[in-house]
Nanobody, 114 residues
């Protein structure tokens, strides 16, 4: 059974930083394509970042240069380091694995105060 558990969200002032974690079980993150998505109030869920099995990364233009996706294979965990946070980064952040329906975590709330 696949389980993805996100932690690390919280309230932060604009310009601050947070690191989100996605602890995985039932899959091996080092051989999986892992993604972060977010959903702001009243908006559709949007893709944020991807890390491939070979370690290549990709980012949405809105977060490029500010966010970094990484993984720790010893902990089977994926991270999202978020720097220079903006009010518009406020959202519930989700970890995702797979394609199509795939597997979703329960989400973690990030709130950036202006």
């Amino acid at each position: 059974q696949v389980q993805l558990v996100e932690t690390g969200g919280g309230l932060v002032q604009a310009g601050g930083s947070l690191r989100l974690s996605c602890a995985a079980s039932g899959i091996i993150v080092s051989i999986s394509t892992m993604r972060w998505y977010r959903q702001a109030p009243g908006k559709q869920r949007e893709w944020v970042a991807t890390i491939s099995p070979i370690g290549t990364t990709d980012y949405a233009n809105s977060v490029k240069g500010r966010f970094t996706i990484s993984r720790d294979t010893t902990k089977n965990t994926v991270y999202l380091q978020m720097n220079s946070l903006r009010f518009e980064d406020t959202a519930v952040y989700y970890c995702f694995c797979g394609s199509g329906d795939g597997y979703w975590g329960q989400g973690t709330q990030v709130t950036v105060s202006s």
